[in-house]
């Protein structure tokens, strides 16, 4: 049962805020009235939330991917049990621990119960519901097989979690040893160093190269590193916004992809995320021409959802997909022959489910190869630089010391 904040005066001075539940506005004021109260405002409170926090929204966390895994999956038991939709968006918006999902569950639950059907109340909200999700949730309205749409929607959801949570993990360490590295090589650059070398400085002895070397990059970073700091940000400021127009994104996954290792990389997750989506989709009676769309716009490469695209206008001409995915350039014979082999014996959707499954272990596989390289490489790097700085300092501590004897 909805329920309503109000904001009501008790005699002449006394106000009282507070909520009530009842079917609809007027029933709540019925309900505020024959308590003796005289109703200054009413307002269903998953609206005023949302009114209340309109700009606030833009602070929040987006929804975890695992947050609306667990609703799906948790609606999809709920209707196999027997439970309607309606009452089964209301348990699971009480129960709920992200405020944002179970505010959005709100608003959908009134949709649904205004008459809409649950994919047309899920399309309002693009930011938490994709196309994918929406597209399936519409198949298995249509199909009469909603319950079992939803079970298949979270299992993808989760190999999706589970991938992007190995990259993730794999990447933590080198990414965190790349930071300190940086920081430690700034600081001594910028306040350690100085201090030394003024000392050789004053002592007016000749010094050996390194260590003129370190003085001068030490004074520029001594003198400069507020400037620095501003320039790098700066640079990084235009570069994200570079990245959000669509000749930058399209530049730089380019780019991406013409990076050794990188550029592999990227394609092998973008040819499992592809032949998952579209499998799943294909899997719960999608149109083929409506699931290369959504499939396509999964992808997180622009060059390779634009070759999508182009493939998908040549399957609506009547092209077999196999060859329309081979002019592209970026998926290998493995992949097309596989996809080739699914038309031929009508069995589209185990293909594409096996090329997600043996890209999803090369992942694995090429994540382990490039932190294994990476971290070993940032060592080395690490250790030249305060190497050089702990040598080019002591150089003249050693000579001072053979002077002396």
């Given at each position: 049962?909805?329920?309503?904040?109000?904001?009501?005066?008790?005699?002449?001075?006394?106000?009282?805020?507070?909520?009530?539940?009842?079917?609809?506005?007027?029933?709540?004021?019925?309900?505020?009235?024959?308590?003796?109260?005289?109703?200054?405002?009413?307002?269903?409170?998953?609206?005023?939330?949302?009114?209340?926090?309109?700009?606030?929204?833009?602070?929040?966390?987006?929804?975890?991917?695992?947050?609306?895994?667990?609703?799906?999956?948790?609606?999809?038991?709920?209707?196999?049990?027997?439970?309607?939709?309606?009452?089964?968006?209301?348990?699971?918006?009480?129960?709920?621990?992200?405020?944002?999902?179970?505010?959005?569950?709100?608003?959908?639950?009134?949709?649904?119960?205004?008459?809409?059907?649950?994919?047309?109340?899920?399309?309002?909200?693009?930011?938490?519901?994709?196309?994918?999700?929406?597209s399936m949730v519409a198949a298995g309205e249509i199909s009469g097989s909603l319950e079992n749409v939803l079970r298949r929607l979270s299992d993808f959801m989760e190999k999706d979690e589970e991938s992007i949570s190995k990259?993730?993990?794999?990447?933590?360490?080198?990414?965190?040893?790349?930071?300190?590295?940086?920081?430690?090589?700034?600081?001594?650059?910028?306040?350690?160093?100085?201090?030394?070398?003024?000392?050789?400085?004053?002592?007016?002895?000749?010094?050996?190269?390194?260590?003129?070397?370190?003085?001068?990059?030490?004074?520029?970073?001594?003198?400069?590193?507020?400037?620095?700091?501003?320039?790098?940000?700066?640079?990084?400021?235009?570069?994200?916004?570079?990245?959000?127009?669509?000749?930058?994104?399209?530049?730089?996954?380019?780019?991406?992809?013409?990076?050794?290792?990188?550029?592999?990389?990227?394609?092998?997750?973008?040819?499992?995320?592809?032949?998952?989506?579209?499998?799943?989709?294909?899997?719960?009676?999608?149109?083929?021409?409506?699931?290369?769309?959504?499939?396509?716009?999964?992808?997180?490469?622009?060059?390779?959802?634009?070759?999508?695209?182009?493939?998908?206008?040549?399957?609506?001409?009547?092209?077999?997909?196999?060859?329309?995915?081979?002019?592209?350039?970026?998926?290998?014979?493995?992949?097309t022959n596989m996809i080739a082999v699914g038309e031929e014996s009508g069995t589209l959707e185990k293909s594409l489910f096996k090329i997600a499954d043996a890209y999803d272990t090369e992942?694995?596989?090429?994540?382990?190869?490039?932190?294994?390289?990476?971290?070993?490489?940032?060592?080395?790097?690490?250790?030249?630089?305060?190497?050089?700085?702990?040598?080019?300092?002591?150089?003249?501590?050693?000579?001072?010391?053979?002077?002396?004897?």
């Amino acid at each position: 049962m909805p329920r309503y904040i109000y904001k009501a005066k008790r005699g002449p001075a006394e106000i009282k805020e507070g909520r009530i539940e009842a079917e609809n506005q007027n029933q709540a004021a019925a309900k505020l009235s024959s308590m003796g109260l005289f109703v200054l405002s009413i307002e269903e409170e998953t609206a005023a939330f949302i009114k209340k926090s309109k700009g606030r929204f833009l602070f929040f966390k987006s929804i975890r991917l695992r947050d609306l895994s667990n609703f799906t999956r948790q609606l999809s038991n709920l209707l196999d049990s027997g439970m309607t939709i309606l009452n089964g968006l209301n348990v699971l918006m009480e129960q709920s621990e992200s405020s944002h999902l179970r505010h959005t569950i709100g608003l959908i639950r009134d949709d649904v119960r205004g008459g809409v059907t649950l994919s047309a109340a899920l399309v309002k909200y693009p930011k938490v519901f994709s196309v994918l999700y929406v597209s399936m949730v519409a198949a298995g309205e249509i199909s009469g097989s909603l319950e079992n749409v939803l079970r298949r929607l979270s299992d993808f959801m989760e190999k999706d979690e589970e991938s992007i949570s190995k990259v993730r993990a794999s990447m933590a360490y080198p990414a965190l040893m790349a930071f300190v590295g940086f920081i430690t090589i700034f600081v001594l650059l910028s306040f350690v160093a100085p201090r030394l070398t003024s000392i050789f400085i004053d002592l007016g002895q000749a010094l050996p190269m390194p260590t003129k070397i370190l003085i001068g990059i030490s004074s520029f970073f001594a003198r400069f590193w507020m400037l620095m700091i501003i320039v790098m940000a700066i640079t990084i400021t235009a570069f994200n916004r570079w990245l959000k127009t669509e000749d930058g994104k399209a530049a730089f996954d380019g780019i991406k992809l013409k990076v050794p290792l990188l550029g592999s990389f990227v394609q092998k997750v973008e040819i499992a995320r592809f032949g998952r989506t579209l499998g799943t989709l294909i899997g719960n009676g999608v149109p083929i021409i409506q699931a290369l769309g959504v499939a396509s716009s999964t992808l997180g490469n622009t060059v390779i959802r634009h070759d999508m695209e182009e493939a998908k206008k040549d399957v609506v001409e009547g092209a077999p997909l196999s060859v329309s995915i081979r002019k592209s350039g970026h998926f290998p014979v493995m992949v097309t022959n596989m996809i080739a082999v699914g038309e031929e014996s009508g069995t589209l959707e185990k293909s594409l489910f096996k090329i997600a499954d043996a890209y999803d272990t090369e992942i694995d596989r090429a994540t382990k190869a490039i932190t294994s390289l990476l971290e070993p490489g940032l060592i080395l790097f690490m250790g030249i630089v305060v190497g050089f700085i702990v040598i080019a300092m002591l150089l003249p501590i050693f000579q001072l010391n053979l002077m002396i004897r």
